[in-house]
């Protein structure tokens, strides 16, 4: 008790509190999300997401060069389809943008670790993550076109697939396909606890996702819930899960510590779309600083229990932490 007790002692000098630190963040921590599509020589700004592009192959291959030379060791793919139909067609295309771009990283970067993000809502037509039928989201015959999507993947050189559909059995579906097609190696990070979450709207405009009727209530989890997140996180487990996820993160950090306390694998989680542009446009406005808030947000994260963070903010953290 104090006067004793002076926990001031411990906060003194930058050299003092650098020893008594609990967590620390390194770049081989991130995970940077990119967005790719057909064509040559493309690099748009994603207005919603500054600082964030949709990438032709070529010019997504050198950004990832220059994130890897500051440190960055793993990206996670989404893509933009030519055409959308009603099933999600191209997700599966092993000429599609995501397979195109998986092969080109792998073939200049063997070292990197290359993960995929595996739905239909940016292939579908309505914009959903399955198959819709009278307005309603089909679950089993989706994970046919999962787990189809997923092997496409494999095909390319992913090191990862990572299904963000909220399908129940999805991860048993994918893992079963791949393993039957001898792609024993190519692992598995599910979006275990995935929100239905307001935070994901620029991510909407990024892969032009949003659903074009309805909401993504039915098969993303109701917010108020953390029971659930460890039921989701126990069955995608089972069904051979190597990471598991929770995402949004900044809302979501009690589900975060619930999950890294009831099992002891690694755990991911996602600081998406919304979290990173309210903080960019705050301090855009001059109302936070840029920096501070970005490293304070994935401690914090890290802190929470992930492991592993995908974030849109990897190359400039890692550049902090250098
Ligand atoms: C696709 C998907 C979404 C995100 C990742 N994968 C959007 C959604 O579920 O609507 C969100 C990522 C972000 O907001 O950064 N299902």
Redesign the pocket.
Known sequence: MFPVSRPRRLRRTAAIREMVRETRLDAGDFVY?LFVRQGRGIKNEISAMPGNYHFSVDTLVEEVGQAAEEGIRSVLL?GLPERKDAVGSEASDDDAAVQSAVRALKKAYPELIVIT?V?L??YTSHGH?GVVDEGRVLNDPTLELLAATALSHARAGADMVAP??MMDGRVGAIREALDGAGHTEVAILS?AA?YASA??G???EA?D?APKFGD?FSY?MDPANSDEALREVGMDLDEGADIVMVKPALAYLDVIRLVKESYSVPLAA?N???EYSMLMAAAEKGWIDRERTILEVLTSIKRAGADIILTYHAREAARLLR
Request: hydrophobic share 20%; charged share 25%.
């Open positions: 999300p989404f993000d739905c809502c940016e993550c963000s559909d979006y995935k935070f994901y620029p991510f909407r892969a996702s993504r993303q996602y998406v779309s919304g």
